[in-house]
């Protein structure tokens, strides 16, 4: 079946403590993006890649790191958590000129 | 810049239509999607378009305009499972997506 999976799905963590969440697809897709998304604002990008070592910031970039080291990983790596940075966070991947966005389950941290 | 406008929330009746507007300036174009995501879920596809005209499918139909940065997304029959934010997003020239902040649909019944 073809998916976009996160882990974990929910997390509680403690500032400071350095976290992953893993993203991984078996679309064989070239784009791979990160989202945050708080209560009343939408989508907001973090980082994208358009294929294997290849990323760039989104519009909320701070605070976060991510790497593209094989075209079906994009870990979203927090360094040092703050409380700023509880929300939900999803993962997405699309390839090929007109396809859409596919999306993960989503994952919900919480920084206290 | 990358902006892109929707109505913020929306109410309609069980059984109505409604239409979800949404206007762009983005950098390039390469196709606009439209979106639905219940409350604490991820979106789920529902229709896109790259060429001026209507695309319908099912109960779902989308509009756009290139020249006039426009687009909306039609919904007929509403049922209160439509009850749900609805996304609008571009893939600009970079083949990199940009959403709009979403329009929040009620259905009343």
């Known amino acids: 079946e073809a998916q976009v999976t996160q882990n974990p799905r929910y997390l509680i963590t403690v500032t400071g403590k350095k976290l992953t969440v893993t993203c991984s697809q078996n679309?064989?897709?070239?784009?791979m993006s990160w989202y945050r998304q708080d209560p009343g604002l939408g989508l907001r990008q973090i980082y994208y890649?358009?294929?294997?070592?290849?990323?760039d910031k989104g519009d909320v970039p701070e605070g976060y790191k991510v790497s593209r080291k094989e075209k079906r990983n994009f870990p979203l790596i927090l360094e040092s958590p703050s409380p700023n940075q509880t929300s939900l966070y999803f993962c997405?991947?699309?390839?090929?000129?007109?396809?859409?966005?596919?999306f993960g389950q989503g994952t919900r941290l919480t920084v206290v | 810049g990358q902006n892109i406008d929707q109505p913020t929330e929306m109410t309609a009746t069980e059984g109505a239509i409604v239409q979800i507007n949404c206007t762009y300036q983005?950098?390039?174009?390469?196709?606009l999607f439209w979106y639905q995501q219940h409350a604490g879920e991820a979106p789920t596809f529902l229709s896109y378009?790259?060429?001026?005209g209507l695309e319908e499918k099912g109960r779902f139909s989308s509009f756009l305009s290139r020249s006039k940065g426009y687009s909306y997304l039609l919904l007929k029959e509403l049922q209160m499972k439509d009850s749900a934010s609805y996304l609008c997003?571009?893939?600009?020239?970079?083949?990199?997506?940009?959403f709009g902040p979403g329009t929040r649909l009620s259905v009343l019944p």
């Open positions: 679309m064989n897709h070239e784009y």
């Open positions: 983005t950098s390039g174009f390469n196709g």
């Open positions: 997405a991947s699309s390839g090929g000129h007109v396809t859409e966005a596919f």
């Open positions: 890649s358009m294929n294997v070592e290849v990323t």
């Open positions: 997003a571009v893939k600009d020239y970079g083949q990199n997506f940009v």
């Open positions: 378009n790259v060429l001026d």
